[in-house]
């Protein structure tokens, strides 16, 4: 099923089915790399995902051989004014893709194949799991044409990485293979290619199968350990924490358990 028809994108393919959202960026001719026309689609098909209710897991991945091998360099801006009106940053309340895939409380899946490189894998750093084909590569290339990292490559690559690998990654512009990437922390998984479709699919079947407001908290309160102290973080997970209570689905949860039954959770 596609939600409300594929003519609303033209460079990106949104599909729903059960309870998922499968956004797929759709330049395959380009390695899918992001113009400001594609960005913007994902900034409204990531909306789209995130508002609809009936939607409780959402897949990132590319069209053909790459998932997304950055910027289109072709149609960078050409001066700093223009570069911080293209990606929001000086229109208030307008948020990237990167900024609403870390901030939407749902699970979302980077879907990796070929390259994620620049843009690209600062969106797949922005999902929540990153699950790639052996022939995926990932870095940070930026350097090489005079620039750095501008969506999060020099912010959340450090947290999954750590400094000193951050740093030679972004420094160098290195490329890196999913291997390496997995044994850095990059990458939750890599599997053969032929297989990565089915290894997502029984991801999002493991996921659908949990509360989805219980996700939402768990995601939220994650998410916080990024951004607080140690003890406004361990306080704010409290709190989502004793909310659980107060859910239908807790409830659900507890005499599935008793009555030794799988759950049937409804995200009330």
Not at 1 to 24: D, L, P, R, S
Not at 189 to 203: C, F, G, M, N, S
Not at 221 to 232: G, H, M, R, V, W
Not at 234 to 257: H, Q
Request: charged share 30%; glycine share 8%.
């Amino acid at each position: 099923m596609v939600a409300k028809g594929e003519k609303q994108f033209q460079n990106i393919i949104f599909e729903k089915e059960n309870h998922t959202a499968w956004i797929t960026l759709n330049r395959p001719q380009a390695k899918n790399a992001q113009d400001p026309f594609t960005r913007e689609e994902l900034t409204r098909a990531l909306k789209f995902g995130r508002d609809d209710d009936d939607i409780h897991v959402m897949v990132i991945t590319g069209a053909g051989k790459d998932f997304c091998a950055g910027g289109d360099i072709i149609n960078f801006p050409q001066n700093p004014v223009e570069f911080m009106e293209r990606i929001g940053m000086q229109v208030k309340g307008k948020k990237r893709p990167i900024e609403l895939a870390r901030e939407i409380p749902k699970p979302i899946i980077a879907m990796v194949n070929g390259l994620a490189l620049g843009a690209g894998m600062e969106l797949a750093m922005s999902c929540d799991i990153i699950i790639a084909s052996e022939d995926a590569r990932f870095g940070q290339p930026e350097i090489k044409v005079g620039l750095i990292p501008g969506g999060g490559g020099t912010q959340v690559l450090p947290r999954l990485v750590g400094e000193k690998m951050a740093k030679e990654l972004v420094f160098t512009g290195n490329i890196i293979s999913a291997e390496e990437a997995l044994r850095a922390g990059l990458v939750n998984r890599v599997v053969p290619r032929e297989k990565l479709k089915e290894t997502v699919d029984k991801l999002v079947d493991n996921l659908l199968k949990k509360s989805p407001l219980v996700l939402k908290f768990a995601k939220m309160a994650i998410n916080k350990a990024f951004e607080t102290p140690l003890s406004a973080g361990l306080a704010y997970e409290s709190d989502l924490c004793a909310i659980c209570f107060s859910t239908e689905d807790l409830r659900e949860g507890v005499k599935a358990f008793s009555e030794k039954r799988p759950p049937v959770f409804k995200g009330k």
